[in-house]
């Protein structure tokens, strides 16, 4: 009596997002023998809950009900959903000593596990299951939506580049060439994708320049929130030669690895890599000579393959990633800027320069000759005016005020005098779009001081 109170107790699954956190929870614990009793009463609640969600929302929750499923069933799916979940480059197969073991502990007998295995329950005649050679591998994980109506959905859906523009020129203040440079490189990749993959097409990556605040990360972030594709932002500074201590190029492709629908081929998506210009040739990172660096980034640029490590397991997979556009960008101040003379100290002045950079400006610089060859578009920042801040500043769809306006669900009273001086300063201290953000931020600390904030940890 008191074990079905307990049951009904337990308020059903209100998003997938919500299940799968619990399901992380509970696999951590599975592996520790010291949680085994609180990891068994974790499941009686996992399966409770599943019982009473909504099938419509999680496909999980629709096999329970619809297959009815006993718990030694459910356990065997739940352990190969999340362990496919949790290790996504590794095949979702184990040995069915393996799982069996682990079921002995969520079962009732041994003959229901030895019957369980013999490939003929249910899980198994609907093609979710197979067992050959002593393994068994999960088909169909029930924790991804479906991945083949997914698919379909995404080929349907059509973007034309002036509509893009359009909804760009809403978040993105001024940068018009740049802006249109860079929907052609992107439309570009995307007409390529769209074609027959047995068609080799040579990719066009961007490579894009501009000082601090411009706007070069927040530009790419945009595209690919119109885009409705993943966005992958790396700092080029933080990666090292394969081999070294620290972070190979490989670790910039994981996020998409988790995301990736069909086998061995990332997703659709925008990787940019930002510090770019702190990897010219001449200079050292831990022991580990720069231009290295910049070589390991090129096999990555150019190739159609490349080969990730997974984070679990530490063996390495061959990726197609034919499919992610590549974004190379950098600050590279001081060919941004020219002195109009040869005099020394901090007084002199030095101006924008108005020309386009070209290619033999970066190898200049210190990049790779072979690096810059493999990109197709390079775009090129300007420094914002003041004009451009003030537009970027009362911007009604994302612009600083608003979005702290959103945050605080307040709306803030702005005197013009307040405005002008934080324009400013933020010209001033020639930061861009930050220094429109730090100065902003300064005003509305008084708000953070007088609001509570409720939290669930």
């Known amino acids: 009596m ?18 799968i956190e619990q399901l992380t929870c509970w696999h951590a614990k599975c592996g520790v023998a010291i949680r085994q009793a609180e990891c068994v009463e974790l499941f009686k609640e996992i399966c ?17 009900q619809q297959y009815r499923l006993n718990n030694t069933e459910l356990f065997l799916l739940l352990f190969l959903a999340t362990s496919q979940l949790l290790r996504v480059i590794t095949p979702s197969t184990c040995k069915v000593t393996a799982l069996m073991q682990e079921a002995q502990t969520f079962a009732p007998s041994k003959e229901v596990i030895a019957t369980l295995f013999d490939g003929k329950g249910i899980l198994f005649a609907r093609g979710i299951l197979t067992l050959s050679g002593g393994m068994v591998d999960l088909k169909k994980n029930p924790l991804l939506a479906d991945s083949s109506l997914q698919n379909t959905r995404q080929s349907r859906r059509t973007f034309t580049p002036r509509r893009v523009l359009a909804e760009l020129n809403k978040y993105v203040i001024g940068q018009e060439e740049a802006k249109k440079q860079l929907v052609a490189g992107v439309f570009e990749h995307l007409t390529k994708c769209s074609q027959a993959p047995d068609i080799p097409f040579a990719k066009n990556n961007i490579f894009i320049s501009g000082p601090t605040g411009t706007g070069k990360t927040y530009l790419c972030q945009c595209l690919a929130r119109i885009l409705k594709i993943p966005f992958v ?27 990736a629908r069909r086998k061995n081929e ?84 030095p101006c924008v320069r ?51 306006e959103k945050l605080l669900h307040t709306s803030a009273h702005i005197q013009p005098e307040w405005v002008e001086e934080v324009i400013n300063q933020a010209y001033k201290r020639r930061m861009g779009a930050r220094g429109l953000q730090q100065q902003v931020g300064k005003w509305f600390q008084k708000y953070f001081l007088e609001q509570p904030v409720k939290i669930y940890l």
């Open 266 to 349: 990332l997703p659709l998506s925008i990787v940019f890599i930002d510090e770019i210009d702190k990897l010219r040739a001449g200079g050292e990172r831990w022991g580990i000579s720069t231009a290295n660096v910049q070589a390991e980034l090129l096999r990555m640029v150019e190739g159609r393959h490349f080969t990730v490590e997974d984070a679990f397991t530490h063996k390495t997979m061959e990726w197609d990633i034919s499919r992610v556009l590549f974004v190379v960008g950098g600050a590279f101040e001081s060919l941004q800027v020219k002195h109009a003379d040869s005099s020394i100290g901090f007084t002199r002045a």
């Open 233 to 259: 932002h790396a700092d080029a500074s933080q990666y090292t030669q394969t081999g070294y201590v620290g972070m190979s190029v490989g670790a910039i492709l994981k996020p998409l690895v988790a995301l």
């Open 48 to 64: 409770a809950r599943l019982k009473k969600s909504n099938a419509k929302k999680l496909p999980l929750a629709a096999w329970v």
């Open 2 to 19: 008191g074990q079905t109170a307990k049951s009904n107790a337990f308020k059903k699954y209100a998003s997938r997002t919500e299940l």
């Open 354 to 404: 108005k020309e386009a950079l070209s290619v033999e400006d970066y190898i200049g610089y210190g990049m790779l000759p072979e690096l810059m060859g493999r990109f197709s578009y390079f775009v090129q920042l300007s420094p914002l005016e003041k004009e451009d801040l003030r537009q970027i500043l009362l911007n009604p769809y994302n612009g600083p005020i608003r979005q702290y």
